[in-house]
């Protein structure tokens, strides 16, 4: 379709944003969000955890290095839509192989282009994160309920996969994993297997993993609250790292509560704090959902992180099992490579452990 159509993002507040369409040629409704990061437009818009969300960039100017063919996420984008300020036609970057716009195009993902990002930000600010519907028509009477809610069940593989190595194994449970963590994994010399996210404790067992790593992934952690007894079992049989949608279902395995943030955590510029040595590390983040700090069992986690900004919780680790978890990404892709060795520390635990499973206490 011709970069010059007119489109429109309603919010479900009222406020209007014109601009021109650009991607897909079609309507779509999502959760509109914002993420502060400068580079990396690729991976964000590929991350299976945007599923069934309206990206707005805040960085002015999208598409200035092209898309390439390696910094996929996922192979299929699942988001809802994207919100930019500046589209760049011309990139010029040495690995670029498709335009922007046109890697939009051929996900089937609709965008807007020449929106007021900066507006539409301070927007979702005072308002908290709000519905919208992208479209050819001011239309507010289409922001009703999403029908197709539970994203993860949409990202998560629906057959197990593996790949050898010579490496400890690792279960990589699937909740809509970035591509790049899979390949931290595999880079450590790491046996991976890829399992469903609803694949149980006994099908785990079978696997034989010396350890276990709860990806991230879209959406409301409750909406897997059948699964937390099987999450529980995992995490008490086998040496677990838990990242973004992984850390909150370990904490809610185990008692806690999560709550909706007013506009979530999106970008590679987070600064967190750990705990035991008082250094801050900037971190990459996206996620909407974080646990409650008062529901934190302290006779079972210690809390490891904490966010410099609003002080929210970080990170977890508990205090009889080789449990971690944390609420950012250490593969940080994109964004910053400062706790990389979260992911690296993990594995040498687990191959320091060897096939040791140690008792339920």
Same mark, same amino acid.
């Given at each position: 379709?011709?970069?010059?159509? +007119?489109?429109?993002? =309603?919010?479900?507040?009222?406020? $209007?944003?014109? %601009?021109? @369409?650009?991607?897909?040629?079609?309507?779509?409704?999502?959760?509109?969000v914002f993420n502060t990061s400068m580079t990396g437009y690729q991976e964000i818009i590929t991350?299976?955890?945007?599923?069934?969300?309206?990206?707005?960039?805040c960085y002015p100017i999208i598409g200035s290095?092209?898309?390439?063919?390696?910094? +996929?996420?996922?192979? =299929?984008?699942?988001?809802?839509? $994207?919100?930019? %300020?500046? @589209?760049?036609e011309t990139p010029s970057h040495y690995q670029s192989v498709n335009k922007f716009s046109e890697k939009l195009m051929q996900a089937g993902v609709p965008g807007i282009a020449g929106i007021d990002t900066r507006l539409l930000v301070k927007t979702i600010r005072s308002r908290g994160t709000v519905k919208g519907y992208?479209?050819?028509?001011?239309?507010?009477?289409?922001?009703?309920?999403?029908?197709?809610?539970?994203?993860?069940?949409?990202?998560?593989?629906?057959?197990?996969?593996?790949?050898?190595?010579?490496?400890?194994?690792?279960?990589?449970?699937?909740?809509?994993?970035?591509?790049s963590i899979l390949?931290?994994?595999?880079?450590?010399?790491?046996?991976?297997?890829?399992?469903?996210?609803?694949?149980p404790y006994e099908k785990?067992?079978?696997?034989?993993?010396?350890?276990?790593?709860?990806?991230?992934?879209?959406?409301?952690?409750?909406?897997?609250?059948?699964?937390?007894?099987e999450i529980k079992k995992i995490t008490q049989n086998y040496p677990t790292l838990g990242i973004c949608l992984g850390h909150q279902l370990i904490a809610l395995a185990y008692g806690a509560k999560t709550e909706k943030l007013a506009y979530g955590h999106r970008g590679g510029n987070h600064p967190?704090?750990?705990?035991?040595?008082?250094?801050?590390?900037?971190t990459a983040q996206n996620h909407g959902y974080v646990v409650v700090d008062e529901s934190i069992d302290n006779k079972l986690f210690d809390i490891s992180y904490r966010n410099v900004n609003?002080?929210?919780?970080?990170?977890?680790?508990?205090?009889?099992?080789?449990?971690?978890?944390?609420?950012?990404?250490?593969?940080?892709?994109?964004?910053?490579?400062d706790t990389e060795y979260i992911l690296k520390d993990f594995i040498t635990q687990i191959a320091s452990m060897g096939e040791t499973v140690y008792a339920i206490k």
């Amino acid at each position: 379709m011709s970069i010059l159509q +007119n489109g429109y993002l =309603t919010l479900e507040t009222g406020e $209007v944003f014109e %601009g021109v @369409l650009i991607g897909a040629d079609k309507d779509s409704l999502g959760e509109v969000v914002f993420n502060t990061s400068m580079t990396g437009y690729q991976e964000i818009i590929t991350d299976p955890s945007y599923a069934g969300q309206i990206i707005t960039f805040c960085y002015p100017i999208i598409g200035s290095y092209g898309i390439n063919a390696i910094d +996929n996420e996922s192979i =299929t984008p699942a988001l809802a839509g $994207v919100v930019i %300020g500046d @589209l760049c036609e011309t990139p010029s970057h040495y690995q670029s192989v498709n335009k922007f716009s046109e890697k939009l195009m051929q996900a089937g993902v609709p965008g807007i282009a020449g929106i007021d990002t900066r507006l539409l930000v301070k927007t979702i600010r005072s308002r908290g994160t709000v519905k919208g519907y992208l479209s050819k028509t001011k239309n507010i009477d289409n922001l009703g309920p999403d029908n197709q809610s539970f994203w993860v069940d949409k990202v998560s593989t629906k057959k197990i996969q593996y790949f050898k190595n010579n490496g400890p194994h690792v279960v990589l449970m699937d909740y809509g994993f970035k591509k790049s963590i899979l390949n931290a994994l595999l880079d450590e010399n790491c046996a991976v297997t890829i399992v469903p996210y609803h694949t149980p404790y006994e099908k785990i067992k079978a696997l034989n993993p010396d350890g276990v790593l709860f990806s991230n992934g879209p959406g409301d952690p409750m909406e897997l609250k059948k699964w937390f007894p099987e999450i529980k079992k995992i995490t008490q049989n086998y040496p677990t790292l838990g990242i973004c949608l992984g850390h909150q279902l370990i904490a809610l395995a185990y008692g806690a509560k999560t709550e909706k943030l007013a506009y979530g955590h999106r970008g590679g510029n987070h600064p967190v704090k750990e705990l035991m040595t008082g250094k801050v590390k900037i971190t990459a983040q996206n996620h909407g959902y974080v646990v409650v700090d008062e529901s934190i069992d302290n006779k079972l986690f210690d809390i490891s992180y904490r966010n410099v900004n609003d002080r929210s919780i970080e990170g977890l680790k508990h205090k009889n099992y080789p449990i971690q978890t944390v609420q950012f990404h250490p593969e940080a892709h994109p964004g910053p490579s400062d706790t990389e060795y979260i992911l690296k520390d993990f594995i040498t635990q687990i191959a320091s452990m060897g096939e040791t499973v140690y008792a339920i206490k």
